[in-house]
């Protein structure tokens, strides 16, 4: 639980900056009647090729790599555990004091409209991989809903700057995973997977332009709160959502999905300290001005942050053992 009286403080920061999610969703965010649906990109059933449109899909992803085809698994799974990332944002001190999903707050409403896209991105990819026929669907689908089971930790508290933070980060982490994935299969000639992933990359751009936003302004109103709110969240580091895909289990999946990402450059150590440097940048927070004392130990800290990761990332070791999980064999 947040102090008492910080919590009162953030209380009104976050209820002060609504008219600004308000005006993002005015702006940015599509309608679901024009925005593309997973079928757009899939074979259609109905349609009497339906047989060679998925020969033409084993095709076009028969030269995918494994690995590559581990880490994308690994995406989807992630994403397919969104029930979890909706409560979360809901749960957030300020978010949804109305306590009420239907809520027309603005908060609520973007919690809503953020995870109805994401929503789209778990379907396409899931029904995408089914109908490769390279994957072990049952083991996904048990790893799904474990996940779901398990639930997240992101270690924010139910403080809604930390939270904030946590997203733009993630967001962003989202885009060069899925970026990078879609390079790495159109290299291997799967055209359509390509497009499917930079289609959804642009929509984690979107989200992590709102979440970045919200933050800046959150830095306006409270510049001590929500630099420490980021110092906070950086000491503790930040946790990729689908890290508790093996609680209760025998399984090492997460290691071994974690451990290709990383091998075959989807999501590297180099990404984490290039979104702290790129975080720290957006948010200006070397010429922040008018600090407390707090605030400008955590305006040094941060300052230097990115350096000591992008260290860390060339002194890292790679990985030389892959384990292939969620295939068929
Ligand atoms: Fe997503
Ligand atoms: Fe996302």
Same mark, same amino acid.
């Given at each position: 639980m947040l102090l008492e009286e910080k919590l009162e403080e953030k209380l009104e920061v976050i209820l002060s900056i609504e008219p600004h999610v308000s005006q993002f969703i005015t702006d940015k965010m599509q309608a679901p009647e024009t925005s593309w649906q997973p079928s757009d990109f899939l074979p259609d *059933? /109905?349609?009497?090729n339906f047989p060679d449109a998925v020969i033409a899909l084993q095709k076009g992803i028969a030269n995918v790599p494994d690995t590559v085809l581990v880490s994308l698994i690994g995406n989807m799974i992630t994403e397919e555990a969104l029930p979890s990332y909706q409560t979360f944002f809901n749960l957030l001190? #300020? %978010?949804?004091e109305d306590r009420n %999903?239907?809520? &027309?707050s603005a908060w609520v409403k973007w919690s809503r409209l953020w995870t109805a896209e994401e929503n789209r991105h778990g379907d396409l990819l899931n029904k995408y991989l089914y109908l490769? #026929?390279? %994957? +072990?669907m049952k083991s996904v689908e048990k790893s799904i809903q474990r996940l779901i089971y398990n639930?997240?930790?992101? &270690? $924010?508290? =139910? +403080?809604p700057y930390q939270g904030i933070v946590y997203t733009s980060f993630q967001e962003r982490a989202t885009k060069i995973s899925h970026v990078n994935t879609g390079k790495l299969a159109h290299k291997s000639g799967d055209t359509v997977l390509g497009k499917i992933c930079s289609t959804i990359a642009g929509e984690e751009a979107l989200h992590e332009r709102a979440y970045k936003f919200f933050m800046s302004k959150i830095l306006e109103v409270d510049p001590n709160g929500g630099i420490s709110a980021f110092l906070a969240m950086m000491k503790k580091k930040i946790v990729m959502? =689908? /890290?508790? !895909?093996? *609680?209760? $289990? $025998?399984?090492n999946f997460y290691t071994s999905y974690a451990t290709i990402t990383q091998k075959i450059g989807v999501y590297t150590s180099y990404d984490y300290a290039s979104i702290i440097d790129h975080l720290v940048k957006y948010w200006g927070i070397d010429s !922040?001005? #008018?600090?407390?004392d707090e605030g400008k130990k955590a305006q040094d800290f941060l300052s230097t942050l990115s350096d000591k990761y992008y260290r860390l990332a060339e002194r890292m070791q790679e990985p030389e053992e892959t384990q292939l999980i969620w295939l068929n064999t």
């Open positions: *059933f /109905s349609d009497p001190e #300020g %978010v949804n %999903v239907s809520s &027309k490769s #026929g390279r %994957v +072990d639930g997240i930790n992101l &270690k $924010t508290d =139910a +403080d959502p =689908a /890290s508790l !895909m093996d *609680f209760g $289990t $025998t399984n !922040m001005l #008018g600090l407390n």
